[in-house]
């Protein structure tokens, strides 16, 4: 199966469903979608995508949230705590700071359980139900287990989540240990946390809901199509890149293939795709080191550090999909030092909107990219900004300002502030 936007719209295979069904990237071995549980193909274990008979025009979207967009997914509804419809914010500032035509920000912190993995969890539970699994399981650095317990509990199922120990900011473990998951801490980094999920799914324990799963994907990918709404309404044209930070690469994969959709729809011409660019954190760039080498595969990383611990993950699983995003859009990937990341929570803070160090990758990269001249000042860019500042509220006090103490009167505080 080829990931070009050249591609054809694939012909409708005996074992679709309703108009659904999963095909191998890379065998182009096809499956019904909902008669068993399958993360990957049977034949040659590759990733697997979501693919419909008929593909949806921009007409075809009504309502608000990731639901407007049921044309473009497998169902009509899901599991749902109103997900989607995240602000795209005027940043006019830091726009003339940064040297762009239009910069706008992407908030998925906006969402329910504050990232934008409530977008997956959406559909993803939705699938959970119609396949009659009971327990659901996911690895994460913290966002996705407090999506997945928040959806697992709005639908009544036992949610697993394994966390590299110590490694998980608070914010993120209270909603999980909230919403009713049962929390385990490894003794590892995220990958190896993974490594268990996915084996807990091969035996049977669970449902995964990382972004290995298609579905997930599928629920991620109204974010493009949101950006291109917002943008088309706003300027009369879809933006000419998306930044966005990377860490299992799912958004890169499900922007991608939202984008592919439109082109084989008639919907968007392949010159106007936007480019896909992606930022890692420096102590965490496997993706950036296979674009900037050329390479068709990503090296894990065993050792990954950064502040940023959302995209602390060493091997992406959906880099087979996310590096073709890249090329195939004329993208390109970078990586930013933890300093900069931080300069740019402070960047975006100053504009009003709270993120997570994670989501200012997406900044620090933009404004990387302006420096070094490969993004052009005429550009009218859309930076994803993925959790809320609250996610990781320690990382939030050490950006900001220190507190500083007065007096218990008015007198001694009008004196303090006038020294």
Known sequence: MSLSLSADQPDVPADADEGVWLECIE??????????????????????????????????????????????????????????????????????????????????????????KDRGMTVGVRVATELGVGRLACASTGNTSAALAAYGSRGGMETLVLLPAGKVAAGKIAQASLHGARI???????????????????????????????????????????????????????????????????????????????VQAGELDESDVPKLTGVQAEGAAPMVE????????????????????????????????????????????????????????????????GVEPASAASVAGLRKLRAEGIVADDERVACLTTGHLLKDPDAAAAAGRDSEPVPADTDGVLEYLRE
């Open 27 to 116: 065998c182009g071995e096809t499956f019904a979608p909902f008669a068993d549980v399958r993360y990957t193909c049977d034949d040659c274990d590759g990733l697997l995508e979501v693919r419909y008979a008929d593909l949806p025009t921009f007409d075809d979207f009504e309502g608000e949230g990731v639901w407007r967009y049921a044309d473009a997914l497998p169902f009509d509804d899901g599991v749902s705590i109103q997900e989607g419809a995240t602000p795209l914010y005027e940043v006019p500032r830091l726009e003339d700071d940064v040297g762009v035509e239009a910069l706008r920000i992407k908030h998925e912190g906006m969402n329910p359980t504050g990232s934008f």
């Open 184 to 262: 385990l801490e490894v003794d590892g980094n995220f990958d190896a946390c993974l490594d268990i999920v996915q084996e807990l799914a091969r035996q049977g324990e669970a449902y995964l809901l990382n972004s290995l799963n298609p579905f997930r994907l599928e629920g991620q990918k109204t974010i493009g199509l949101e950006i291109l709404e917002g943008f088309l309404s706003d300027y009369g044209t879809v933006p000419d890149r998306i930044v966005l930070p990377v860490g299992n690469a799912g958004n890169t994969s499900a922007l991608y293939k939202a984008f592919r959709e439109l």
């Open 290 to 353: 296979a674009i900037q080498n050329g390479a068709d595969e990503v090296r894990r990383w065993d050792d990954v550090e950064t502040r940023a611990t959302a995209i602390r993950i060493g091997n992406p699983v959906n880099a087979p999909k996310a590096l073709p995003g890249i090329r195939e859009t004329d993208g390109t990937a970078v990586s930013v030092s933890d300093e900069r990341i931080t300069e740019a929570q402070r960047d975006l803070a100053s504009e009003g909107i």
